[in-house]
């Protein structure tokens, strides 16, 4: 399953451990939304939103990550250690999944919320599994 394996592999990255530390309770990365309950300085959300299977036996999975930050420089950084760990990388199998390649698709800029007080970026990436 490809949420487990991106889940755990930013909870393993130290510097994707750091800024979006939770403190004692782990780190601010959530499936799909942010839990109501959560107030912090910086969350990732991330979705699986396109899954496509070629020939001969490898699949392509789009997942986008969602960055919300109380500044527009985290919100930066977060994305650069994304690239870090994930743009033009071989990656390893982990429970399963043979993750062979991943690539940056897409990052964009989404602005500034009002209404949470949050600045808000998406970066999207394509995992190629085995």
């Given at each position: 399953?490809?949420?487990?394996?991106?889940?755990?592999?930013?909870?393993?990255?130290?510097?994707?451990?750091?800024?979006?530390?939770?403190?004692?309770?782990?780190?601010?990365?959530?499936?799909?939304?942010?839990?109501?309950?959560?107030?912090?300085?910086?969350?990732?959300?991330?979705?699986?939103?396109?899954?496509?299977?070629?020939?001969?036996?490898?699949?392509?999975?789009?997942?986008?990550?969602?960055?919300?930050?109380?500044?527009?420089?985290?919100?930066?950084?977060?994305?650069?250690?994304?690239?870090?760990?994930f743009n033009d990388n071989k990656l390893q199998t982990?429970?399963?999944?043979?993750?062979?390649?991943?690539?940056?698709?897409?990052?964009?800029?989404?602005?500034?919320?009002?209404?949470?007080?949050?600045?808000?970026?998406?970066?999207?990436?394509?995992?190629?599994?085995?």
């Amino acid at each position: 399953m490809i949420e487990q394996f991106i889940y755990d592999s930013i909870s393993q990255d130290e510097t994707l451990q750091e800024l979006l530390s939770a403190g004692s309770d782990g780190i601010n990365l959530f499936p799909s939304v942010v839990p109501q309950s959560i107030e912090a300085d910086s969350v990732v959300t991330f979705t699986l939103i396109v899954t496509t299977d070629a020939f001969p036996a490898i699949q392509a999975r789009s997942v986008q990550f969602n960055i919300f930050t109380k500044t527009h420089t985290a919100g930066a950084t977060i994305a650069a250690a994304l690239a870090d760990l994930f743009n033009d990388n071989k990656l390893q199998t982990q429970d399963g999944v043979k993750v062979v390649y991943s690539i940056r698709e897409s990052e964009s800029d989404l602005g500034f919320n009002y209404d949470d007080k949050y600045y808000q970026r998406e970066a999207t990436y394509s995992f190629k599994i085995r």
